[in-house]
Structures are given as structure tokens and as C-alpha cells.
């Protein structure tokens, strides 16, 4: 089975536990639209391509991993959409949860994400718990304080955070633990996945900060500028257009060089080159990728 | 060590690890904010209690059992207080956490307390993993979709919720969960457990319910009447009164009943018995608890 079946399908099993006749139903149904149709589901692709790599001998505890972490990445998105934080009424060219089902099922829908995300590992744990402690707590690391993705979020009621300490947690944090949770749950070492997901993570948030600054919103499907508008601390405001290019540039070619030698390396070389098209404004595309 | 001592160090070690050099200081602020001074830590009490009659041969487990169980308690609080739902300016006598540090602090918090939970099975899952996958998916049904404290507050956006089925989810769950997660990690059959924690939550349910109906803020520390300003359903809505004082007693009855035969079982009821004496309202304690 390809991995984005893989993915789909556990996302599917974990949204579908809570939509049991005694589910309250808008929150039900408010959980499968913040969860589907996704977008490039790129942080649990990494993690099943690391998975693999590391020879994935127990798949259902990878595709727990890789749900998980799809599933919180899915909460932070809701939550920030709502309107004390960036307010956004579109994402993935629809209207935000909280735009479609009240803000109130807003925050809950991204609480349950979270609670998911944890039983989802708990439950594919069962068949494996001793790769369990370490899973959960590189994944819980990786979203919660002091240094995860929600760290990330409360830099921004900060006076004047450090660039790389907010792009660290809001957005390469997660992308860490999808590589580091990739080898735990096959059983490996995960020492030599870390740069890789540093690499991207870090490569995703300059390309999301370029194209929040070059593209328009009918490409985005959500409003363009937000960064500026909101005075939030950015690549382009920091390195300027061209600056932020060749930074994006030169992280993913660091990433691309850092993928050990495994059995599935080409593969994932090929998956990195591929988020790296993807990555870049059309406008800006960089003309080859190392 | 005493019960309270072991929850307060437990908690206490959860806040502190988000409270490194590299955390965001409001994050991590708002977080002890949200944590202490504490309420009466009911749940982890009774988590505690359970787990000593089942021998707790792991205290360590137990400890983050408990502390888990209470942050997502406090997770609820303060997403509970947020202007989208009781628009709350006080509780436990001082303002809440939105009210502090604004409002997006007051969702970020919400969430660090719930993953922080879940992190802190996973350390302490460390040492006997084997008890980790159905200790975090108990924990993890009980504050989830479908049947958990976030389903219960889902229901306050359905038209016309039974008032069981919204108790059991808002309230109960998390009082199964903690006298079942008190005998999981002591690793004894939690079977015979599930009883008193069900009864014990509707009874603080009920309780709640009548204080809301009876008391003056200055007595609850928080807005009076609130219930009925909501239009939420609630036992004084329900059975009046009378009749709700009446099930609270027989709430109280059927838990201490409920106790099974084991080495700690007179602790547990008294518990049971001084938390019958806290629930309920002054003007309106029962005469006696059988």
C-alpha cells in the first residue's frame, strides 16, 4: 500500500472512533473537516518515508505515528484560524472550523485533534508498548512548552522573538518529531533522522513565508500578507525576497545531503525534491535543487 | 508521602520542565497560573486512592496518572472560561487565564496542558511500558471525541442534549477515568474500580449543578447562576431542588457502597465521605452520608 493510502487510511480509523451514535454530532463532523480533504499531508509522508528507510517492521505503529502527527498539525491550524489569533475565515479554499461550525466548536475541534492524536498511538501501542514512552514523548515534545509548535504560537504575544527560536517551535519542531517518530516506531536509532527534518522544517517555513509574501489568495486558498499585516517576525522580513530564496535554496540541498545511508535514501531524496518543487512560488521556483 | 504532597511534586515537575530558558515567559507564566494554587485535586485524589488499594507498586506511574488526570482538568478550566463559552472573568477567586494574559495565551495554554499530560505518562511510562498503552488511551477517552469532557462541552452547542449524556461526558468521564487509571497503573484489573468513579462524578456533577443554583460568587469564587444564564441543562433544571439534593445523596451512597474489599478501602471512604461534605452547598448539607 502507498503512503498516502497509509495515511489517509489512519486518519480515516481516527476521525471514525469519534463519530459513534452517542457522539455530539457538530463536533463530529466539525473533526472530519478540519481533517479532511487535506493538504499534501508532507509531515506524515516524511515520517512513513523515514519509517521505511528503517526497514518499518511494525506498520501499524508507523501509520499511528504518522496520523498523530497529521492529526495535531490539523488542531494548530484550527486554532490558528480562530479569531484571537489570525482571524481567518478561509484555509485550504474553504471556510476555517470556526468559520463553518461557531468558534466555539472551533476550540474544541482542536482540543479533540490533540486528545486523538495521543489515543491514536496508544492504541496502535498496544502491540509494541516499549517503542511507546519514547514515541509519545518526542511527539508530545515536539507540539507542546517549552520548545514545541504551541511555544511557536505564544511567541507571537511576545515583544520581539528571536527568528529562529519561533521557526524552531512553530514549525520545525514538528517536522523533527515526524522524522525522529518515523525511525522510533520501525524500531531504529533516530540520531541520524534529525537533520533531515530540521533541514525541511526549517526549508517549509521560509517557502510558506515567501509565498505568504508573493502569492495571491485565490493561490494560497487563504489570505495572502497575513504575516506582514500581523507584524509577525518572517524570513522575508529578515533576509528580504532574494535573501529567503537562497536560504530555502541552500536547507533543502543540507537536507537532501544529510539522508543517511538506508535502503529507502533514493526514495526519499526524490520525496524532498518533490516538496522542494511544490515548496518554492511559482514565480521563484529555483531552478534546480541539489 | 501524603496524597496531596505526591500531586502537588507531581505537578509541579510537569509545569517546571515547560519552564526552561528557551520557553516563551507569558506561555510559561500562564501555565503555573492555570495549575496553582489548585482546587481541592479531587480527580488526582481519587486516582491516588484507587491505585494505593491496588497495591501501588509504581508510584511513579500513579504520580503522572494522577498529575495527567489534573492537567487536563485544569486544560478544561481554562478553555472552558474563554469568551466563546462562559466569557468567565474569575475563578478560584482570581481572574482567569484569559482574563490575565488575553485570550490567545488563554488557548495556548489550554493546549500545552493537555499535550504536557500526555508527555507526562510518557516519562513516566518509561519505567513500565507495558502499562502505558491502556493507561493513555483511558485517560485519552475520557477528555476526548466521542464520549470525553470535550464532547461534553460539545453538547452545549446542540439543541436540546440529554442531560445523562452530557454529565457523563463533561464530568464523569474524567472521574472513571481516574479511579480506572488509579488501578491501571498499579497494574490490577480495573474492572471493579469503574463503579465509584461513576457515581462520584455525577455526584460532582449534581453538587456543582447546586451550587451554581444556590450559592453567592463570593462563596463559589467565580460567577453565580451561570447555568441558568446559559440555559445549560442541569440537575436543578431537571429534578429541582429537593430532587437534586436527594440524588446527590443517593450518589454518595452508591459510591461508598461501591468500594471493593482491598487493603485501602476505609481511606477510600472516607474520602468519599469528606468530598460528600465539601460538595455540598451549606444551606443545604446532607444530614448524614451513609
Given amino acids: ?17 469519534a463519530e459513534t451514535a452517542s457522539a455530539p454530532p457538530k463536533l463530529a463532523a466539525a473533526l472530519r473537516y478540519a481533517v479532511f480533504p487535506g493538504g499534501a499531508r508532507v509531515r506524515p509522508q516524511l515520517c512513513l518515508a523515514v519509517a521505511r528507510a528503517c526497514g518499518d517492521d511494525t506498520p501499524a505503529m508507523s501509520d499511528s505515528a504518522a496520523a498523530a502527527i497529521e492529526l495535531l498539525h490539523c488542531a494548530s491550524l484550527v486554532h490558528d484560524d480562530l479569531p484571537c489569533f489570525d482571524d481567518a475565515d478561509l484555509r485550504r479554499g474553504k471556510p476555517t472550523v470556526h468559520a463553518a461550525y461557531g468558534e466555539a466548536l472551533g ?11 495521543f489515543e ?7 502491540a509494541m508498548p516499549q517503542r511507546l514512552p519514547a514515541l509519545t ?7 507542546g512548552a517549552p520548545n514545541g509548535l504551541v511555544a511557536g504560537q505564544a511567541w507571537e504575544s511576545e515583544p520581539d522573538p528571536d527568528l529562529g527560536q519561533y521557526q524552531r517551535a512553530k514549525t520545525g519542531a514538528l517536522f523533527v518529531a515526524a522524522s525522529v517518530a518515523g525511525a522510533v516506531s520501525a524500531g531504529a536509532d533516530p540520531g541520524p533522522w534529525r537533520c533531515l527534518g530540521d533541514r525541511l522544517g526549517e526549508a517549509y517555513q521560509v517557502a510558506d513565508d515567501l509565498r505568504d509574501a508573493l502569492c495571491t489568495p485565490e493561490e494560497l486558498g ?9 507584524g509577525r517576525p518572517t524570513a522575508v522580513a529578515e533576509f528580504g525576497l532574494e535573501g529567503a530564496c537562497a536560504r530555502l535554496q541552500h536547507l533543502l540541498d543540507e537536507a537532501v545531503e544529510s539522508i543517511p545511508d538506508a535502503p529507502g535514501a533514493t526514495e526519499l531524496q526524490q520525496l524532498v525534491l518533490l516538496q522542494a518543487k511544490r515548496l518554492a512560488p511559482k514565480r521563484l521556483a529555483p531552478a534546480s535543487v541539489a
Fill in 1 to 17: 500500500m502507498d503512503a498516502g493510502t497509509r495515511i489517509e487510511q489512519a486518519l480515516n480509523g481516527a476521525v471514525a472512533r
Fill in 107 to 117: 476550540v474544541l475541534a482542536g482540543d479533540a485533534l490533540i486528545v486523538m492524536a
Fill in 120 to 126: 491514536c498511538l496508544a492504541l496502535a501501542g498496544a
Fill in 137 to 143: 514523548a518526542t511527539i508530545a515534545r515536539s507540539v
Fill in 222 to 230: 487563504k489570505p495572502a500578507g497575513q504575516d506582514e499585516a500581523l
